[in-house]
């Protein structure tokens, strides 16, 4: 996964402005992902998590590279402890968004609870994003990023 993508050419605080962004085209598109595992559309659960897959996986692309990049640059591995852990949930969430998009191709009742974890665990990692990490990479300035 995301061999397709570079990462965009954006400073640190438009890059960040944008991720937050992102997370709230996320949360919507998994709660509308949701709503149509619930009405037991399972075409529209497909479709609505196949258009945030090239958000996400942009989004992860430019997390990593960016902002942990950043991180690690400017503290070390050690000083970004923490926020390695953070972005090493993104293979499981992405794992699970297409653990999803094959349940609705052959619906179970599995797929409602998988759609329950999925926003849950997205939701949580962008709150740590965007209450830690992010804070964080500015704190440290983007005269190390450009
Ligand atoms: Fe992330
Ligand atoms: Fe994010």
Redesign the pocket.
Known sequence: MGERYSPRKLGLEELVRV?VQ??AVMREGLEQARDAARRKDFGAVARTLKEIDPVFRQ?IVD?EFEILGLLIRSLGVKGAEKEILVFRQHRPIYALMTKIRELAAAPSGELEARETELEALFSE??RV?ESEVFPKATSLGGRDSK
């Open positions: 991720l992102e997370h989004h997390e990692h962008a994003e």
